[in-house]
Protein backbone atom coordinates (compact mmCIF):
# COMPACT_ATOMS: atom_id res chain seq x y z
CA UNK A 1 0.00 0.00 0.00
CA UNK A 2 0.84 3.51 -0.63
CA UNK A 3 1.55 5.70 2.87
CA UNK A 4 -1.71 7.36 2.19
CA UNK A 5 -3.18 3.80 1.90
CA UNK A 6 -1.79 2.52 4.95
CA UNK A 7 -2.93 5.43 7.02
CA UNK A 8 -6.27 4.99 5.93
CA UNK A 9 -6.20 1.32 6.47
CA UNK A 10 -5.50 1.79 9.94
CA UNK A 11 -7.83 4.19 11.14
CA UNK A 12 -10.64 1.76 9.34
CA UNK A 13 -8.83 -0.65 11.26
CA UNK A 14 -8.82 -2.62 8.12
CA UNK A 15 -5.60 -4.88 6.82
CA UNK A 16 -5.77 -3.27 3.52
CA UNK A 17 -7.75 -1.24 1.69
CA UNK A 18 -7.29 0.20 -2.39
CA UNK A 19 -8.06 3.56 -4.17
CA UNK A 20 -12.01 3.67 -4.68
CA UNK A 21 -12.67 1.56 -1.26
CA UNK A 22 -15.56 3.61 0.70
CA UNK A 23 -14.77 3.54 4.45
CA UNK A 24 -15.60 4.82 7.74
CA UNK A 25 -12.19 6.37 9.43
CA UNK A 26 -11.74 7.67 12.71
CA UNK A 27 -10.78 11.04 12.92
CA UNK A 28 -7.47 12.14 15.78
CA UNK A 29 -8.16 15.94 15.36
CA UNK A 30 -10.38 18.39 13.84
CA UNK A 31 -9.55 21.68 12.66
CA UNK A 32 -11.64 24.83 12.39
CA UNK A 33 -11.35 28.56 12.04
CA UNK A 34 -13.27 31.61 12.01
CA UNK A 35 -15.06 31.10 8.79
CA UNK A 36 -15.86 28.01 8.76
CA UNK A 37 -16.21 27.25 12.51
CA UNK A 38 -19.25 28.97 13.15
CA UNK A 39 -21.07 26.82 10.28
CA UNK A 40 -19.45 23.67 12.00
CA UNK A 41 -21.01 24.73 14.81
CA UNK A 42 -24.07 25.21 13.70
CA UNK A 43 -24.03 21.72 11.63
CA UNK A 44 -23.17 20.01 14.56
CA UNK A 45 -26.18 21.62 16.84
CA UNK A 46 -28.79 21.13 14.26
CA UNK A 47 -28.04 17.53 13.78
CA UNK A 48 -26.92 16.36 17.61
CA UNK A 49 -29.23 18.50 19.39
CA UNK A 50 -28.97 22.36 21.17
CA UNK A 51 -27.52 20.38 24.33
CA UNK A 52 -25.07 17.83 22.75
CA UNK A 53 -21.34 17.17 23.56
CA UNK A 54 -18.69 17.34 20.81
CA UNK A 55 -17.19 13.40 20.64
CA UNK A 56 -13.30 13.92 22.03
CA UNK A 57 -13.30 17.75 23.55
CA UNK A 58 -9.15 17.01 22.81
CA UNK A 59 -9.31 16.64 19.05
CA UNK A 60 -10.70 19.30 18.39
CA UNK A 61 -8.36 22.71 17.68
CA UNK A 62 -9.65 25.86 16.74
CA UNK A 63 -7.42 28.72 15.27
CA UNK A 64 -9.40 32.53 14.54
CA UNK A 65 -6.76 33.42 11.70
CA UNK A 66 -8.66 34.74 8.69
CA UNK A 67 -11.14 37.60 9.02
CA UNK A 68 -9.40 38.75 12.31
CA UNK A 69 -7.99 42.43 11.81
CA UNK A 70 -10.98 44.25 10.24
CA UNK A 71 -13.32 46.44 11.80
CA UNK A 72 -15.73 44.76 10.03
CA UNK A 73 -18.30 43.91 13.02
CA UNK A 74 -19.52 40.31 11.24
CA UNK A 75 -15.72 38.95 10.96
CA UNK A 76 -15.94 40.17 15.22
CA UNK A 77 -18.28 38.54 15.70
CA UNK A 78 -17.45 34.97 14.64
CA UNK A 79 -14.60 35.05 16.76
CA UNK A 80 -17.25 35.42 19.69
CA UNK A 81 -19.07 32.38 18.56
CA UNK A 82 -16.17 30.33 18.78
CA UNK A 83 -15.10 31.42 22.17
CA UNK A 84 -18.92 30.77 23.39
CA UNK A 85 -18.91 27.23 21.98
CA UNK A 86 -15.52 26.25 23.43
CA UNK A 87 -16.78 27.61 26.85
CA UNK A 88 -19.74 26.00 26.68
CA UNK A 89 -17.68 22.36 25.35
CA UNK A 90 -14.77 23.14 27.88
CA UNK A 91 -12.38 22.24 24.67
CA UNK A 92 -8.90 22.85 25.58
CA UNK A 93 -7.50 24.03 22.27
CA UNK A 94 -8.74 26.99 21.41
CA UNK A 95 -6.20 29.70 19.98
CA UNK A 96 -7.92 32.65 20.97
CA UNK A 97 -6.95 36.57 19.96
CA UNK A 98 -8.17 37.77 23.29
CA UNK A 99 -7.09 36.36 26.51
CA UNK A 100 -10.54 36.84 28.29
CA UNK A 101 -12.25 34.14 27.72
CA UNK A 102 -15.90 35.89 28.92
CA UNK A 103 -14.46 38.54 26.51
CA UNK A 104 -15.78 40.12 23.08
CA UNK A 105 -12.92 40.49 20.59
CA UNK A 106 -13.35 44.05 18.73
CA UNK A 107 -10.56 45.14 16.07
CA UNK A 108 -9.34 48.20 17.33
CA UNK A 109 -8.92 50.65 14.00
CA UNK A 110 -7.55 53.70 16.23
CA UNK A 111 -4.43 51.71 16.60
CA UNK A 112 -3.77 50.35 12.84
CA UNK A 113 -3.02 47.72 11.06
CA UNK A 114 0.66 47.49 12.20
CA UNK A 115 0.65 47.00 15.76
CA UNK A 116 0.15 43.82 17.41
CA UNK A 117 -3.39 43.33 18.74
CA UNK A 118 -3.44 40.05 20.10
CA UNK A 119 -3.30 38.38 23.57
CA UNK A 120 -1.02 35.47 24.79
CA UNK A 121 -3.12 32.32 23.27
CA UNK A 122 -3.28 33.80 19.82
CA UNK A 123 -1.67 31.24 17.00
CA UNK A 124 -1.58 32.90 13.29
CA UNK A 125 -2.20 31.05 10.63
CA UNK A 126 -4.13 27.83 11.26
CA UNK A 127 -1.68 25.60 9.27
CA UNK A 128 1.19 26.93 10.00
CA UNK A 129 0.69 27.28 13.76
CA UNK A 130 -1.29 23.32 14.08
CA UNK A 131 1.83 22.31 13.35
CA UNK A 132 3.80 25.01 15.59
CA UNK A 133 1.42 23.60 18.43
CA UNK A 134 1.92 20.38 18.39
CA UNK A 135 -1.25 19.04 17.02
CA UNK A 136 0.31 16.89 14.07
CA UNK A 137 1.39 13.46 14.17
CA UNK A 138 2.90 11.27 12.03
CA UNK A 139 0.35 8.56 10.91
CA UNK A 140 -2.65 10.03 12.20
CA UNK A 141 -5.72 11.51 10.65
CA UNK A 142 -6.41 14.99 10.13
CA UNK A 143 -9.27 16.50 8.99
CA UNK A 144 -9.82 20.20 8.80
CA UNK A 145 -12.62 22.84 7.57
CA UNK A 146 -9.98 24.35 5.37
CA UNK A 147 -8.73 23.70 1.46
CA UNK A 148 -4.99 23.67 2.48
CA UNK A 149 -5.27 21.34 5.47
CA UNK A 150 -3.47 19.08 3.24
CA UNK A 151 -0.13 21.13 4.46
CA UNK A 152 0.18 18.37 7.48
CA UNK A 153 1.18 15.84 5.11
CA UNK A 154 4.44 17.22 5.35
CA UNK A 155 4.30 15.42 8.95
CA UNK A 156 3.68 11.78 7.31
CA UNK A 157 -0.46 12.02 8.11
CA UNK A 158 -3.38 11.88 5.95
CA UNK A 159 -4.59 15.57 6.31
CA UNK A 160 -7.25 16.93 3.62
CA UNK A 161 -9.79 19.49 4.11
CA UNK A 162 -13.86 18.94 4.47
CA UNK A 163 -17.21 21.28 4.37
CA UNK A 164 -18.41 22.45 7.14
CA UNK A 165 -21.11 19.70 7.13
CA UNK A 166 -18.77 17.02 7.34
CA UNK A 167 -17.11 18.44 9.89
CA UNK A 168 -20.19 18.79 11.75
CA UNK A 169 -20.45 15.43 11.43
CA UNK A 170 -17.54 15.03 12.90
CA UNK A 171 -17.70 16.74 15.59
CA UNK A 172 -20.26 14.43 17.26
CA UNK A 173 -19.01 10.96 15.65
CA UNK A 174 -15.77 11.36 15.15
CA UNK A 175 -15.99 9.13 11.90
CA UNK A 176 -16.28 10.09 8.33
CA UNK A 177 -17.17 8.24 5.20
CA UNK A 178 -14.66 8.72 2.30
CA UNK A 179 -13.20 6.83 -0.78
CA UNK A 180 -9.53 5.84 -0.76
CA UNK A 181 -7.53 8.31 -3.43
CA UNK A 182 -5.51 6.76 -6.38
CA UNK A 183 -1.47 7.91 -5.60
CA UNK A 184 0.72 9.91 -7.54
CA UNK A 185 4.25 9.41 -6.83
CA UNK A 186 7.09 12.21 -7.36
CA UNK A 187 10.51 11.00 -6.79
CA UNK A 188 12.55 13.62 -6.17
CA UNK A 189 16.64 13.27 -6.71
CA UNK A 190 19.51 15.29 -6.12
CA UNK A 191 19.22 19.21 -3.74
CA UNK A 192 18.19 22.39 -4.55
CA UNK A 193 20.46 24.60 -5.97
CA UNK A 194 20.81 28.30 -4.72
CA UNK A 195 17.73 30.73 -5.08
CA UNK A 196 15.21 27.47 -5.47
CA UNK A 197 13.13 27.17 -2.42
CA UNK A 198 10.27 24.34 -1.83
CA UNK A 199 7.51 26.79 -3.46
CA UNK A 200 9.61 26.17 -6.96
CA UNK A 201 9.09 22.46 -6.81
CA UNK A 202 5.55 22.43 -5.75
CA UNK A 203 4.82 25.31 -8.87
CA UNK A 204 6.80 23.06 -10.95
CA UNK A 205 4.83 20.21 -10.61
CA UNK A 206 1.23 22.25 -10.83
CA UNK A 207 2.36 23.26 -14.04
CA UNK A 208 3.55 19.83 -15.09
CA UNK A 209 0.08 18.23 -14.36
CA UNK A 210 -1.76 21.30 -14.04
CA UNK A 211 -4.40 22.60 -11.82
CA UNK A 212 -6.61 19.88 -11.93
CA UNK A 213 -4.26 17.27 -12.74
CA UNK A 214 -3.97 15.76 -9.08
CA UNK A 215 -8.09 15.62 -8.64
CA UNK A 216 -8.82 13.62 -5.70
CA UNK A 217 -5.71 11.89 -5.74
CA UNK A 218 -3.40 11.82 -2.99
CA UNK A 219 0.38 13.13 -4.18
CA UNK A 220 2.96 11.13 -2.41
CA UNK A 221 6.76 12.45 -2.22
CA UNK A 222 9.70 10.19 -2.20
CA UNK A 223 12.83 9.94 -3.06
CA UNK A 224 16.62 11.59 -1.61
CA UNK A 225 15.82 14.55 -2.83
CA UNK A 226 12.42 14.42 -0.50
CA UNK A 227 14.94 13.72 2.64
CA UNK A 228 17.14 16.63 1.67
CA UNK A 229 14.39 18.82 2.16
CA UNK A 230 13.88 20.97 5.56
CA UNK A 231 10.55 20.57 6.99
CA UNK A 232 9.11 24.27 6.11
CA UNK A 233 9.69 22.91 2.76
CA UNK A 234 7.73 19.93 2.85
CA UNK A 235 4.93 22.02 4.28
CA UNK A 236 5.43 24.49 1.43
CA UNK A 237 4.82 21.36 -0.89
CA UNK A 238 2.34 19.86 0.84
CA UNK A 239 0.63 23.02 1.28
CA UNK A 240 -0.80 23.34 -2.62
CA UNK A 241 -1.89 19.48 -3.26
CA UNK A 242 -4.82 21.05 -3.66
CA UNK A 243 -3.92 23.68 -6.17
CA UNK A 244 -3.75 20.56 -8.11
CA UNK A 245 -7.27 19.43 -7.24
CA UNK A 246 -5.41 16.78 -4.86
CA UNK A 247 -6.69 15.07 -1.81
CA UNK A 248 -3.55 15.33 0.21
CA UNK A 249 -0.35 15.64 -0.23
CA UNK A 250 2.46 13.51 2.10
CA UNK A 251 5.75 12.61 2.95
CA UNK A 252 7.20 9.69 4.48
CA UNK A 253 8.50 9.51 8.76
CA UNK A 254 12.11 10.29 8.79
CA UNK A 255 14.35 12.07 11.68
CA UNK A 256 13.89 15.46 10.53
CA UNK A 257 9.80 14.86 10.71
CA UNK A 258 10.36 13.49 14.26
CA UNK A 259 12.37 16.42 15.45
CA UNK A 260 9.93 18.93 14.64
CA UNK A 261 7.04 16.57 16.06
CA UNK A 262 8.65 15.86 19.55
CA UNK A 263 9.81 19.43 20.05
CA UNK A 264 6.28 20.72 19.18
CA UNK A 265 4.55 18.32 21.12
CA UNK A 266 6.70 18.42 24.12
CA UNK A 267 6.39 21.99 23.90
CA UNK A 268 2.70 22.55 24.11
CA UNK A 269 2.38 19.55 26.04
CA UNK A 270 0.15 17.88 22.96
CA UNK A 271 -0.17 14.20 22.72
CA UNK A 272 3.08 13.04 21.68
CA UNK A 273 2.72 9.18 20.80
CA UNK A 274 2.25 8.19 17.35
CA UNK A 275 2.65 5.99 14.62
CA UNK A 276 4.66 6.75 11.90
CA UNK A 277 3.78 5.08 8.10
CA UNK A 278 6.86 3.93 6.85
CA UNK A 279 7.49 2.76 2.80
CA UNK A 280 6.41 -0.41 1.52
CA UNK A 281 8.16 -2.12 -1.44
CA UNK A 282 5.25 -2.90 -3.13
CA UNK A 283 2.96 0.22 -4.22
CA UNK A 284 0.70 0.97 -6.83
CA UNK A 285 0.27 4.59 -8.55
CA UNK A 286 -1.33 5.99 -11.30
CA UNK A 287 1.43 8.19 -12.20
CA UNK A 288 4.77 8.15 -11.01
CA UNK A 289 7.67 11.22 -11.72
CA UNK A 290 11.11 11.29 -11.22
CA UNK A 291 12.26 15.17 -10.51
CA UNK A 292 15.49 16.22 -10.06
CA UNK A 293 15.72 19.63 -8.15
CA UNK A 294 18.88 20.08 -9.47
CA UNK A 295 18.00 21.07 -12.73
CA UNK A 296 14.59 23.36 -11.14
CA UNK A 297 14.91 27.04 -11.61
CA UNK A 298 13.14 29.99 -10.01
CA UNK A 299 9.54 29.26 -11.15
CA UNK A 300 6.34 31.62 -11.42
CA UNK A 301 2.19 30.58 -11.40
CA UNK A 302 1.08 33.63 -13.29
CA UNK A 303 -1.99 35.03 -13.46
CA UNK A 304 -5.16 33.47 -13.67
CA UNK A 305 -4.07 29.75 -11.92
CA UNK A 306 -1.40 28.49 -10.40
CA UNK A 307 -0.59 26.33 -12.87
CA UNK A 308 0.15 28.59 -15.66
CA UNK A 309 3.87 28.02 -15.16
CA UNK A 310 6.83 29.95 -16.56
CA UNK A 311 10.54 30.21 -15.40
CA UNK A 312 10.79 33.51 -13.50
CA UNK A 313 13.67 34.35 -15.84
CA UNK A 314 11.61 34.49 -18.69
CA UNK A 315 9.00 37.38 -17.50
CA UNK A 316 11.17 39.93 -17.02
CA UNK A 317 8.39 42.20 -18.84
CA UNK A 318 6.36 41.68 -16.74
CA UNK A 319 5.80 45.04 -14.46
CA UNK A 320 4.41 45.01 -10.87
CA UNK A 321 2.59 47.36 -8.65
CA UNK A 322 3.04 45.32 -4.94
CA UNK A 323 4.26 42.07 -3.44
CA UNK A 324 2.93 40.73 -0.71
CA UNK A 325 5.11 37.51 1.53
CA UNK A 326 2.64 35.90 4.20
CA UNK A 327 0.39 33.28 4.48
CA UNK A 328 0.54 29.50 5.89
CA UNK A 329 2.71 28.72 2.55
CA UNK A 330 5.21 31.59 2.31
CA UNK A 331 5.15 33.22 5.77
CA UNK A 332 6.90 31.08 7.90
CA UNK A 333 10.30 31.91 9.35
CA UNK A 334 12.29 30.64 6.42
CA UNK A 335 10.48 32.32 4.18
CA UNK A 336 10.92 35.71 5.76
CA UNK A 337 14.91 34.96 6.34
CA UNK A 338 15.32 33.82 2.45
CA UNK A 339 13.35 37.09 1.59
CA UNK A 340 15.57 39.12 3.60
CA UNK A 341 18.34 37.80 2.73
CA UNK A 342 18.05 39.46 -0.53
CA UNK A 343 16.28 43.34 -0.29
CA UNK A 344 18.76 43.46 2.95
CA UNK A 345 20.41 46.91 2.39
CA UNK A 346 18.53 47.34 -0.63
CA UNK A 347 15.13 49.57 -0.80
CA UNK A 348 12.00 48.08 -2.47
CA UNK A 349 10.45 49.77 -6.09
CA UNK A 350 6.83 48.53 -5.13
CA UNK A 351 4.44 48.76 -2.18
CA UNK A 352 5.43 45.82 -0.14
CA UNK A 353 3.58 44.05 2.14
CA UNK A 354 4.85 41.41 4.82
CA UNK A 355 2.29 39.31 7.62
CA UNK A 356 4.21 36.43 9.38
CA UNK A 357 2.69 33.43 9.55
CA UNK A 358 2.36 33.50 13.22
CA UNK A 359 3.33 35.38 16.33
CA UNK A 360 6.89 32.96 16.68
CA UNK A 361 7.91 34.50 13.60
CA UNK A 362 7.12 37.94 14.41
CA UNK A 363 9.14 36.63 17.48
CA UNK A 364 12.29 35.17 15.46
CA UNK A 365 12.35 38.09 12.83
CA UNK A 366 12.68 40.86 15.81
CA UNK A 367 14.94 38.40 17.74
CA UNK A 368 17.08 37.05 14.77
CA UNK A 369 20.13 39.83 14.07
CA UNK A 370 22.10 40.41 10.97
CA UNK A 371 25.03 42.79 11.63
CA UNK A 372 23.88 44.21 14.85
CA UNK A 373 20.08 44.76 13.52
CA UNK A 374 16.72 42.51 13.56
CA UNK A 375 15.64 41.06 10.64
CA UNK A 376 12.54 42.81 11.62
CA UNK A 377 14.33 46.23 11.02
CA UNK A 378 16.23 45.23 7.72
CA UNK A 379 12.63 44.18 6.12
CA UNK A 380 11.11 47.95 7.90
CA UNK A 381 14.64 49.62 6.70
CA UNK A 382 14.33 48.84 2.66
CA UNK A 383 10.88 49.40 3.07
CA UNK A 384 8.56 46.18 3.30
CA UNK A 385 5.35 47.32 5.30
CA UNK A 386 5.61 44.63 8.24
CA UNK A 387 2.99 44.19 10.38
CA UNK A 388 3.09 42.22 13.58
CA UNK A 389 -0.53 40.87 12.76
CA UNK A 390 -0.23 37.18 11.99
CA UNK A 391 -2.90 36.04 10.11
CA UNK A 392 -3.89 35.35 6.42
CA UNK A 393 -4.85 38.94 6.16
CA UNK A 394 -5.07 39.36 1.98
CA UNK A 395 -4.11 35.47 1.14
CA UNK A 396 -7.69 35.55 0.36
CA UNK A 397 -9.03 39.09 -0.16
CA UNK A 398 -11.53 39.43 2.86
CA UNK A 399 -12.58 42.99 3.49
CA UNK A 400 -11.89 45.98 2.03
CA UNK A 401 -9.75 47.07 5.22
CA UNK A 402 -7.82 43.74 5.19
CA UNK A 403 -4.39 45.01 5.27
CA UNK A 404 -1.97 44.74 1.95
CA UNK A 405 -5.94 43.20 0.05
CA UNK A 406 -5.22 44.71 -4.03
CA UNK A 407 -8.86 47.15 -4.02
CA UNK A 408 -8.27 47.88 -7.25
CA UNK A 409 -7.05 46.29 -10.38
CA UNK A 410 -3.24 46.08 -10.03
CA UNK A 411 -0.79 42.96 -10.45
CA UNK A 412 0.99 41.32 -7.48
CA UNK A 413 3.84 39.18 -6.86
CA UNK A 414 2.97 36.94 -4.06
CA UNK A 415 4.55 33.98 -2.12
CA UNK A 416 0.89 33.12 -1.04
CA UNK A 417 -0.58 29.37 -2.43
CA UNK A 418 -3.63 31.06 -4.68
CA UNK A 419 -3.82 32.91 -7.80
CA UNK A 420 -7.35 32.37 -9.10
CA UNK A 421 -9.60 35.63 -10.16
CA UNK A 422 -10.53 37.52 -7.18
CA UNK A 423 -8.29 35.97 -4.66
CA UNK A 424 -6.44 38.45 -3.50
CA UNK A 425 -8.88 41.40 -3.44
CA UNK A 426 -10.11 42.95 -6.87
CA UNK A 427 -11.88 40.48 -9.42
CA UNK A 428 -9.41 42.21 -12.01
CA UNK A 429 -6.17 42.10 -10.31
CA UNK A 430 -3.84 39.36 -11.43
CA UNK A 431 -1.66 37.60 -8.88
CA UNK A 432 1.57 35.85 -9.99
CA UNK A 433 2.58 33.08 -7.28
CA UNK A 434 6.09 32.41 -6.87
CA UNK A 435 8.94 31.91 -3.87
CA UNK A 436 9.95 34.57 -1.17
CA UNK A 437 13.10 34.75 -2.75
CA UNK A 438 11.28 35.57 -6.49
CA UNK A 439 9.05 37.84 -4.84
CA UNK A 440 11.69 39.98 -2.95
CA UNK A 441 13.53 40.38 -6.33
CA UNK A 442 10.58 41.65 -8.12
CA UNK A 443 10.12 43.86 -4.88
CA UNK A 444 13.31 45.59 -5.83
CA UNK A 445 13.04 45.79 -9.33
CA UNK A 446 9.09 46.47 -10.06
CA UNK A 447 8.92 43.71 -12.45
CA UNK A 448 9.27 39.98 -12.10
CA UNK A 449 12.93 38.95 -11.44
CA UNK A 450 15.04 36.00 -11.60
CA UNK A 451 15.81 35.80 -7.75
CA UNK A 452 19.76 34.34 -8.23
CA UNK A 453 20.74 38.06 -9.63
CA UNK A 454 20.66 38.87 -5.92
CA UNK A 455 22.17 35.84 -4.75
CA UNK A 456 25.88 36.00 -4.93
S1 LIG B 1 -3.06 32.01 4.71
FE1 LIG B 1 -4.29 31.89 2.87
S2 LIG B 1 -4.22 29.79 2.19
FE2 LIG B 1 -3.46 29.84 4.30
S3 LIG B 1 -5.25 29.38 5.53
FE3 LIG B 1 -5.13 31.59 5.36
S4 LIG B 1 -6.38 32.12 3.59
FE4 LIG B 1 -6.00 29.93 3.51
Redesign the pocket.
Known sequence: MTLTEKVLARAAGKKYVQPGDNIWVNADVLLT?DVCGPGTIGVFKREFGKTAKVWDKNKIVIIP??YIFTADSLSNRNVDILRDFVREQGLPYFYDVIDDPNGHWIFDKSKGQLAKQYGSHFAG????AIAAKGHTRPGEILFGT???TCMAGAFNQFATGIGNTDAGFIMGTGKLLIKVPETMRFYLEGALPKGVMGKDIILHIIGEIGFDGATYRAMQYEGPGAYNLPMDDRMTVT?MAIEAGGKNGIFPYDEKCAAYVNERTKLNGTKSDYQPVELDQDQKFIYDKVIDLSKLEPTVAQHPDPGNRALAKTLDKVKLDRAYI????G?KTSDFLAFAQIVKGHTVKIDTFGVP?TPEVVFDLKNTQWDGKSVWDHLVGAGVTMTENA???A??GGPVDTFGRMNKPMSCISA???NFPGRMGHKESRVYLASPYTVAASALTGHITDPREYLS
Open positions: HDHVCHTDSHNGSCTGASCACLTNR
